[in-house]
């Protein structure tokens, strides 16, 4: 079946159609990871958006049960330029294209991606529209143009959980798979879901953290008479700045509790405190970005998936760039002098990606630790 790519600015991919048929619209963006095609497919963060994969052969080791962020796909579309059909994994369980037509989301295959990389790039991330039922260019051209930006929307809404839940669950076992972890914890934390992802949680479990998830709109007095020892600001969806209940609630907790943000809990930790976010021309997305820690030689590889950023010139004297990103010198994390508080934009869950940053799971329960109540 045929199916087309049309961008906002006139561009148009023509390829074949894999997953779901039918139109969508989205950002459309791109993610360098080499692997981790599962993961990035249920990373709540994706939300509104049509993500191309750089690597050119995808679904090569298929889909199983257990490599998931959330509960289903998140994102709008999926571009690629070979979609493999007969995938080789003892994990597998299905096929890309089986997983995309179960949860209704449209595929794209056999376009040059890495044209449509630079052309991203060049003229940065826009709205475009994949479809298998309109084939006429100049017509899904005039679509991705009238279609809602992602700038302004608040997307939250659409991924974050509708009522409190309890996470047990660690991180994955060779033999075991995942499991939950033996002990007592020894912490007890709220984690604000704006679109949290599921290794995040494991993470938190290992820690030592005995974990109950919320709803992005709770209330922060509801929060705080939970009495928990930290509360942590989750990844999600968007742009930060249309989500003023999230940035009210955190306002009210500073201070009170000890916060640990995460991606676009860090962009709201940031507007909190006093600072501004703007739209990066075509955002971080992959498994490979150099963030440098603090002022010395100590750099880490880390896995991101962002389209907003921090502006550092906005952020007070008392809130202090801890990491910044060396491809661009972005802001990639920061903390408080005064009260308990600290956030990074990156991923140091990975899932996908590598590990380097694991050690900030290790400062946030120092952090309780130092601040906890008699």
Known sequence: MKAILALADGRVFHGRAFGAPGEVYGEVVFNTSMTGYQEILTDPSYAGEIVTMTYPQIGNYGINPEDVESSQPHLRGFVVKENCSFPSNWRSRMTLDAYLKEHNILGIEGIDTRALVRHIRDHGAQTGVISTTDLDPDSLVEKAR????????????????????????????????????????????????????????????????????????????????????????????????????????????????????????????????????????????????????????????????????????????????????????????????????????????????????????????????DNKTP
């Open 146 to 369: 009238r279609a809602p930006s992602i700038v302004g929307r608040d997307l939250v809404q659409e991924v974050s959980c509708k009522q409190p839940y309890h996470w047990t669950e660690g991180p994955w076992d060779l033999e075991e798979g995942y499991r939950e972890v033996a002990g007592q914890p020894q912490y007890k934390v709220v984690a604000y879901d704006f679109g949290i992802k599921r290794n995040i949680l494991r993470n938190l479990v290992a820690a030592g953290c005995d974990v109950t998830v919320v709803p992005a709109d709770t209330p922060a007095a509801e929060v705080l008479k939970m009495n928990p020892d930290g509360i942590f600001l989750s990844n999600g969806p968007g742009d930060p700045e249309p989500v003023t209940y999230a940035q009210e609630n955190i306002r009210q907790l500073l201070g009170k509790k000890p916060l640990f943000g995460i991606c676009l809990g860090h962009q709201l930790l940031a507007i909190a405190l006093g600072g501004r976010t703007y739209k990066l021309k075509f955002g971080h997305r992959g498994g490979n970005q150099p963030v440098r820690r603090g002022d010395g030689p100590n750099v880490e590889i880390t896995a991101q998936n962002h389209g907003f950023a921090v502006d550092a010139e906005s952020l007070s004297d008392e809130t202090v760039v801890s990491h910044v990103n060396l491809n661009d010198n972005t802001v990639e994390g920061l903390r408080h002098t005064r009260v308990p508080a600290f956030s990074v934009q990156y991923h140091p869950e990975a899932s996908p990606g590598p590990h380097d940053a694991h050690y900030l799971f290790d400062e946030f329960i120092q952090l309780m630790k």
